[in-house]
């Protein structure tokens, strides 16, 4: 079966502070795709990032960094600096042969930056 | 390039009412897909189409709902009758690549259904 586990609620933290988000998967599938997307207060969902499961390369896009683990089956998502704009729920999502396709996503984090 | 097109951006009606959200997907994108967000049971895909078919509807809550896809650049989602426990934020979102996991979904800007 596969599932993607966000164990984190809720996650407050003061600006300028460094926060990470945790994603944990499961699937039996040797070849999937991992992605993270941002809901912002205004509700859309924004696409962040996306790994294939042959790609174990951690990747850094300015303040936000990603950390791919297969041997933990995690795909953590770091922000340095947090700032005030970054206060947003974060999905982490996954999709894999298994099911045709179709993305499951996590319960979602909710990050708070105060500032 | 316009994104993923949703109307009605909101929806009020009353319990018992047929409601009908509709999305366009991307140019070119070839998958769609339908999601419902609730605070209790968060994202959960409905429905999705491969070139116009659907390919796995199980998450079709019940035979009240229904999605047609009659073309590429146009969908569906059809609730009769509605119910409260429906009100929830409807999401359209759409994929490019030829059944292409590997691609990201853009979503629009959702549906917020209410029914009383």
């Known amino acids: 079966a596969q599932k993607v586990t966000q164990a984190q609620t809720e996650i407050s933290v003061v600006e300028k502070e460094d926060v990470t988000l945790d994603c944990v998967y499961e699937?039996?599938?040797?070849?999937?795709?991992l992605f993270w997307y941002k809901q912002p207060p205004s509700g859309e969902l924004v696409f962040l990032i996306r790994?294939?499961?042959?790609?174990?390369q951690n990747e850094i896009s300015g303040r936000y960094s990603w950390n791919f683990q297969k041997s933990t089956s995690s795909f953590n998502f770091t922000i340095t600096a947090s700032q005030v704009v970054d206060s947003a729920v974060y999905f982490c999502?996954?999709?894999?042969?298994?099911?045709?396709?179709?993305?499951?996503f996590g319960a979602g984090t909710r990050l708070f930056v105060k500032a | 390039d316009a994104g993923v097109i949703q109307s009605p951006r909101h929806e009020v009606t009353e319990m018992g009412q047929e409601v009908t959200l509709r999305c366009k997907p991307i140019?070119?994108?070839?998958?769609l897909f339908w999601y419902r967000q609730t605070m209790m049971r968060g994202l959960e895909l409905l429905i999705y189409?491969?070139?116009?078919?659907?390919?796995?509807d199980s998450g079709m809550p019940e035979d009240r709902f229904s999605a047609k896809m009659p073309n590429a650049s146009f969908s569906t989602l059809k609730i009769q009758p509605s119910e409260p426990r429906d009100s929830a934020v409807y999401f359209c979102?759409?994929?490019?690549?030829?059944?292409?996991?590997?691609?990201?979904?853009?979503f629009g800007p959702g549906t917020r259904l209410t029914v009383t």
């Open positions: 790994r294939n499961s042959f790609d174990e």
């Open positions: 699937t039996r599938d040797t070849t999937y795709y």
């Open positions: 999502a996954l999709t894999s042969n298994t099911g045709g396709f179709k993305t499951i």
């Open positions: 189409f491969n070139n116009n078919v659907p390919i796995d």
């Open positions: 140019s070119g994108h070839n998958s």
């Open positions: 979102a759409s994929r490019s690549g030829l059944a292409g996991p590997d691609y990201e979904q853009y």
